[in-house]
């Protein structure tokens, strides 16, 4: 059985079906966004290796992907200060795919930020 080949219109056929996304672009790459947010694209960064993704999340969450899976997760320089990590499509299963755009979307919607700490002492 042949693995089917995940492109960015297999991301904007799943990312779609999600609540509020849209389709736009981000710095002229073809991006998906919820809310007006960009939450996944395609990268244009030299350092970004083809056929990759851009995947907008927490940095544990990243820390945590690229720990399990290097192969089909990695971090070029360029990003390391971004909450993004870079995907390999070809590596890549259908339903991580569904997955990691459903967390994406909620992580930029603000269904998974965690909420900062309060000094001590202030009032609200």
Do not use: N, W
């Amino acid at each position: 059985m042949t693995k089917k080949r995940i492109t960015f219109e297999t991301v904007r056929k799943i990312g779609l079906a999600l609540p509020d996304v849209e389709e736009g672009t981000s710095h002229g790459s073809p991006a998906l966004k919820v809310r007006g947010k960009m939450f996944t694209c395609v990268p244009i960064h030299r350092s970004a290796e083809a056929d990759s993704l851009a995947i907008r999340l927490d940095f544990a969450q990243r820390d945590e992907l690229i720990a399990a899976e290097p192969g089909i997760y990695y971090l070029p320089d360029h990003y390391v200060k971004y909450p993004v990590v870079l995907v390999r499509l070809s590596r890549l299963h259908e339903d991580t795919l569904r997955d990691l755009l459903a967390m994406s979307r909620s992580f930029m919607a603000g269904g998974k930020h965690r909420p900062l700490r309060r000094k001590a002492g202030r009032a609200r």
